[in-house]
């Protein structure tokens, strides 16, 4: 694989701008596999999400466990909110009480 790459990158003959892009597409895609080969020694699966962060996010488990946190967050604010105006109308009930 690597001889390929290195065959690839030692013709040095003008091309038209059209035939760079092509030679530089083929050679980014060699360098990938080769790089997948490398770390993975399998060819690896080229379909979305690439990302691990992506894939990881992207599970039903982590969605399940993210909507979880997400609606305890709003119900924990809810809460806190619900008793800091209920604490607001008690002080303002008892201000009201004293000027009587």
């Known amino acids: 694989m690597k001889d390929?790459?290195?065959?690839?990158?030692k013709e040095k003959t003008t091309l038209s701008l059209d035939e760079?892009?092509?030679?530089?597409?083929l050679r980014l895609q060699?360098?990938?596999r080769?790089?997948?080969?490398k770390f993975s020694g399998e060819?690896?699966?080229n379909h979305f999400?690439?990302?691990?962060?992506m894939r990881f996010l992207?599970?039903?488990?982590?969605?399940?466990?993210?909507?979880?946190?997400a609606c305890t967050a709003i119900g924990i604010k809810t809460v806190k909110s619900v008793q800091y105006g209920f604490s607001l109308w008690q002080f303002l009930r008892s201000r009201l009480?004293?000027?009587r």
Not at 4 to 9: F, K, M, Q, R
């Open 34 to 37: 080769l790089l997948v080969y």
């Open 4 to 9: 390929i790459i290195e065959l690839a990158t």
């Open 97 to 99: 009480q004293q000027r």
């Open 58 to 69: 992207t599970q039903q488990t982590t969605l399940h466990i993210l909507k979880k946190l």
């Open 43 to 45: 060819q690896a699966d």
């Open 30 to 32: 060699l360098n990938r």
């Open 20 to 25: 760079q892009r092509l030679d530089l597409r």
């Open 49 to 53: 999400p690439r990302s691990t962060v």
